[in-house]
């Protein structure tokens, strides 16, 4: 499942705690990544490109340690063993860009003007995220490549910061919508699915996560005809 479409039974609620595994560490909320030793933020950085670039299993610790400019003890020193590493940095970037995510549905979606410009305008700014989060994006691609080889306790912490969350927020948005009358939503958490799929996996999907850009006049046209068939299926009467 992908970074943006994993859906959630559960109710929705953009609050929504994220839920880990009790064997693995979290990842840092941003405050107290400001109080982290430098040597451990230099050692997550390093993790994100060679993680992203070579992917998980073919990734060494030695090769994270050149990176980082540190030692290979000094890595064991911060994390147990590569996989709380790479645990550390997919939950990380996830609840980033979730988190980022969220404020641009609060921002886009909390006071309507017009139904279609605005949600095409928050599909384009989610859109957005691929470039801003770049390294983030070049680990869902290795996610979704090596799943095979990433624990299921990995996967399920990482769906829960990122795919889930995301999709609780907008089956919150999707439900809001319904209640005001701007939408004819059977199911909030269904129609969540539905705009994530035409119009941000829209354009993730065919560009394998921005790693083939497409040109900006051609997001734009997805993502409007997304929009489209959104309100085709969900809009109300008249």
Do not use: C
Request: charged share 25%.
């Amino acid at each position: 499942m992908t970074e943006q479409t994993a859906p959630d039974a559960r109710p929705a609620d953009p609050a929504a705690t994220t839920a880990t595994a009790p064997d693995a560490t979290p990842a840092a909320p941003a405050a107290a990544r400001r109080g982290m030793p430098e040597k451990r933020v230099a050692i997550a950085r390093a993790a994100r490109t060679v993680f992203g670039r070579e992917g998980y299993t073919r990734t060494s610790v030695d090769a994270i340690a050149a990176e980082a400019g540190v030692s290979k003890r000094t890595i064991y020193n911060h994390f147990a063993d590569k996989e709380q590493l790479f645990r550390s940095v997919i939950l990380e970037g996830a609840t980033t860009v979730a988190a980022t995510q969220a404020k641009i549905a609060d921002r886009h979606l909390r006071k309507i003007v017009d139904l279609r410009t605005d949600l095409v305008d928050f599909g384009l700014e989610r859109v957005d995220s691929l470039t801003t989060f770049a390294e983030h994006w070049a680990l869902v691609r290795t996610i979704e490549a090596e799943a095979l080889h990433i624990r299921p306790a990995v996967l399920e912490a990482w769906q829960d910061a990122g795919p889930r969350e995301t999709h609780r927020v907008l089956t919150h948005w999707m439900a809001e919508f319904a209640e005001r009358g701007l939408l004819v939503v059977p199911d909030p958490a269904e129609a969540a699915r539905m705009l994530n799929l035409l119009t941000f996996l829209a354009v993730a999907q065919p560009t394998f996560y921005g790693a083939l850009p497409m040109p900006a006049e051609r997001i734009a046209e997805v993502v409007e005809h997304g929009v489209a068939a959104f309100l085709a299926v969900y809009g109300t009467p008249g």
